[in-house]
């Protein structure tokens, strides 16, 4: 669906950052469950308890007793450093506001005991200028758009639901090589089940178990990345399993190693080539110590997913992403660095992105992200291509 360029979109949508950059906040379906441990150190904020501040915090606590609504925005600006693209605010391909985003989460208790809570959730972006992918022309989009239960044997949703497949997110604004591929927030439509099994009082299981019908059509790839981004393929009846078992050392400090399976069929829509059967498995390690926290996981996909790969430029039959990264949380600013790459196989190229940076929270629903990524890609025998070079500056808000 395609919208008018006008000022009274901007001012109803209200987004976030390169492709989802930071996770949405949880859906209501998390409220009354509280685990005895989290691994989540809160920072403090910048505002502290400033005027400003408590005035920004008690509108926020109002609106959210009475509508429950989320607006929010990403903007971004971009400085770079002999790289390719422009400077100023956002990009020659995405001038303008990252984008606009408008959440709604209405959730009710229903007193019975086989389902305790019901609800909805919609998430809805919008952009002023270009396209948010060169695939899709929409200037505005639903990401996420699903139902859900809480019942004592997990939470069933259904609808456009984000795929949970590996790591959910590295804390960064620009993101990170398996973001680009299409592994990481990506919705789809589909049905899913999820729940946390506490074994011990130290021991936990994250369980996920999804099943998409079809893909929505709207990916965080680029063009090249996946088959959301191309005519040619559509992946169909693709099962999703995670599991994260988790040993909780402390209230504070934890140690989550995470399982990530996936397997569907590609339907082929060229007549000049076959369904074929795609499969994905993803292994990743987190730890955290308080302020601190490193992880590392690789991902890989085997079945072509798009006729001509931005990595190696045709249509490789793997992929395979690595990551590893840190971060460190000192009063408002929490401290990140991540290495991430990525490789193709048959034909093959290879890709390369590395991303230190800072988020500092200037109020509990306001962060500026200062980053410098340096990103390369480069096919088998051929030269290497940057794609980025520069520093970014991203302001969050939401309300």
Known sequence: MNLPRTSSLRSLFTAAALAA???????????????PYTDFHVPSTLAGQSYAARIWDDLQRRKDALLPITLGAWHW????????????????????????????????????????????HTELRSREENA??????????????YAWASTPV????????????????????????????????NSDIGVSWERTFWIKPKFSIDAHAQFF??????????????????????????AVFRIVPTWWFSPTSSLALGLSASIGQMKARNAALSDHAFSAWGVDLTYTRGRFKAYVEVL??????????????????????????????TG?????????????????????????????????????YLEYVFWRVAATGASAVTFENGFQVALNWRF
């Open 154 to 185: 997990g939470v069933f949703k259904a609808g456009q639901i984000r795929r949970k497949f590996g790591i959910d997110w590295d804390g960064s604004f620009y993101g990170n090589v398996a973001y680009y591929d299409g592994f990481k927030l």
């Open 21 to 35: 950059f930071t996770p949405p906040p949880a859906s209501a379906e998390g409220i009354g469950i509280e685990p």
């Open 77 to 120: 600006w971009r400085i770079p450093t002999g790289g390719p693209g422009s400077d100023g605010y956002g990009s020659s391909s995405l001038p303008g506001t990252y984008y606009y985003y408008l959440m709604l989460d209405p959730w009710w208790e229903t007193g019975h005991e086989a389902i305790q809570r019901v609800g909805l």
């Open 213 to 238: 019908l079809r893909e929505d059509g709207i990916s965080s790839g680029l063009v090249g990345a996946d088959s959301e981004s191309t005519s040619v393929f559509r992946l169909q009846n693709n």
């Open 332 to 368: 408002p600013v929490t401290w990140r660095a991540a290495y991430s790459a990525g490789f193709d196989q048959n034909p093959g190229g290879h890709q390369q992105m590395y991303v230190p940076g800072a988020t500092i929270a200037i109020t509990k629903n306001i962060d500026l």
């Open 300 to 329: 890989q996909r085997n079945g072509a997913v798009n006729p001509v790969r931005y990595v190696s430029g045709g249509m490789s039959s793997q992929t395979t992403d690595f990551i590893v990264g840190l971060s460190y949380i």
């Open 132 to 145: 948010f992918r060169g695939s899709n022309d929409a200037l505005v989009w639903l990401f996420e758009m």
